[in-house]
């Protein structure tokens, strides 16, 4: 196909997918389109060590669209200088660096932050969160659980596959079944995407304990503070909530389509995410519209980078004091911009085990060994509806309680009522049910759509069933775990 069919294509996806785009939007499609692979390659080379042709591959088969231009993708790895080239037939180029302990960054040709993690301590914290499971892979407890992860590992005879990489599941604070794909393991860390922003969501949370930002006051931004200026309206919640209405776009669909959307030039052609979405107008009132997407947890990491201390480092050490290090976290990698600051919407990655801890904070209002990590109420503000999220969305998190057409729907293809998750795409989720004390890790690389293909509502209500439990179902009697109450502050 010749490079004049391409240019049809991206002409004719973009009069399909918004017929009012401007022109300089679409030519910001192929430099998305190289920075997404990019990165990815990148984080799952050098960070997860896995196969870079399996990554370009399963990443491009779950992104819907990808297929009208995975043919013109081009990607070499280079793993002396450890960085990343992908180009799309000379209309988009985008490079991805790693750094050691850092992860990878996208290289857009400018000045970038000379950054380091901070040395290690000689003497680590110990976890408060006691160990959930021995060296080896845990084999499930019983029968059921063991059909439960056959069926999450199954895949059809035809596509979409489902791919899915690791499952691991907590109940009491044991883990009582476990299995990865071939090639990964307990020790290898896997990418989160959004689920990233349940971290951010959490560390937001723990500064609001130690009194360093406030939910309803209006975030110190300093480009919002002029006088008059109406996005001096929007509070740490908004953020957290989606609702702060900046007109940025949305990021709440995965695929070829969403490259238009003004937030993914953020994500994939800035150096300084939060200073360009830190620079949008609104498009709607603070807290009066949902919008879900990623600038609003850019904003947010850019408040947890200046509560830290300022620099890189400060974030990464925060993070581990506070949050990593207490639940027993060791293999976690933040990934940060060009200009030092948390890609907190998106890019941590850590082993499924790491991922099921952090779920394990919100089993027990944000205690963990007897010491508070996070405010008194945040667990259940939370995962307390946000007003017209139709998909069912907390404060970080994905939810089931409320009445959106998202909770609704999960419940009725089997998770229970009280079931609240973070959630990542193309198949990302640490799923936490307080009824059940369970807590489960479900990682792979399979399309959004349709809904079952990840096969995570049977997988929830699989284990659900093994466990001893029963989901809660659209008109349950049973007592609501959770309130909606905002923590005090």
């Not at 004719?12 to 997404?36: C, E, H, I, N, Q």
Request: charged share 20%; with cysteine; aromatic share 8%.
């Amino acid at each position: 196909m010749t490079r004049r069919n391409l240019l049809l294509i991206l002409t004719t996806t973009t009069a399909l997918s918004a017929l009012a785009l401007t022109a300089a939007r679409a030519r910001d499609v192929p430099k998305v389109a190289t920075g997404f692979v990019a990165n990815i390659i990148c984080s799952e080379t050098f960070v997860s060590g896995q196969d870079p042709q399996r990554i370009f591959s399963e990443t491009t088969a779950a992104m819907p669209g990808t297929g009208l231009i995975s043919w013109a993708l081009n990607y070499s790895v280079d793993r002396t200088r450890k960085d990343v080239t992908v180009s799309l037939l000379g209309l988009g180029r985008s490079h991805a660096v790693y750094r050691e302990g850092m992860g990878c960054y996208l290289d857009h040709g400018g000045a970038v932050a000379d950054i380091s993690p901070p040395a290690a301590e000689s003497k680590p914290m110990p976890a408060l969160l006691p160990d959930i499971a021995g060296p080896g892979v845990a084999t499930p407890a019983n029968p059921q659980l063991a059909a439960a992860l056959d069926r999450a590992f199954a895949e059809p005879s035809s596509p979409p596959f489902r791919r899915t990489r690791a499952v691991v599941v907590v109940k009491d604070g044991h883990v009582v079944a476990e299995r990865y794909a071939e090639g990964y393991g307990i020790e290898t860390p896997l990418l989160g995407f959004s689920a990233t922003k349940s971290v951010i969501s959490a560390l937001t949370g723990i500064l609001v304990r130690k009194g360093a930002l406030t939910l309803d006051q209006p975030v110190p931004i300093a480009a919002w503070q002029g006088a008059g200026d109406p996005r001096h309206a929007i509070t740490v919640d908004h953020l957290l909530r989606h609702t702060a209405g900046l007109a940025i776009g949305s990021s709440l669909e995965a695929s070829l389509g969403a490259a238009f959307e003004p937030v993914n030039r953020m994500k994939f052609m800035e150096s300084d995410m939060a200073a360009y979405v830190e620079s949008v107008g609104l498009a709607t009132p603070p807290g009066s519209t949902w919008n879900y997407n990623d600038g609003n947890f850019i904003i947010l990491s850019h408040l947890i980078r200046n509560a830290a201390g300022g620099h890189a480092s400060d974030v990464i050490r925060f993070a581990r004091q506070e949050l990593f290090a207490p639940l027993g976290m060791r293999n976690v990698t933040l990934e940060f911009d060009a200009s030092g600051n948390p890609e907190g919407s998106s890019q941590m990655l850590a082993t499924a085990r790491d991922w099921v801890r952090f779920g394990m904070l919100y089993l027990n209002d944000g205690v963990v060994g007897g010491k508070r990590i996070l405010p008194e109420g945040w667990v259940k503000y939370s995962a307390s509806a946000t007003p017209n999220a139709w998909v069912g969305y907390g404060a970080g998190f994905w939810t089931n309680l409320g009445d959106s057409f998202g909770a609704n729907y999960r419940i009725e293809h089997g998770m229970p009522r009280d079931a609240f998750f973070a959630k990542g795409t193309i198949g990302q989720y640490v799923v936490i049910v307080p009824s059940e004390r369970l807590v489960i890790v479900r990682l792979g690389r399979s399309p959004n759509w349709p809904p079952e293909v990840d096969g995570v509502f049977g997988l929830v209500s699989d284990v659900v069933a093994a466990t001893g439990g029963k989901a809660r179902l659209a008109g349950s009697d049973a007592p609501p775990v959770l309130a909606s109450r905002p923590p005090n502050e």
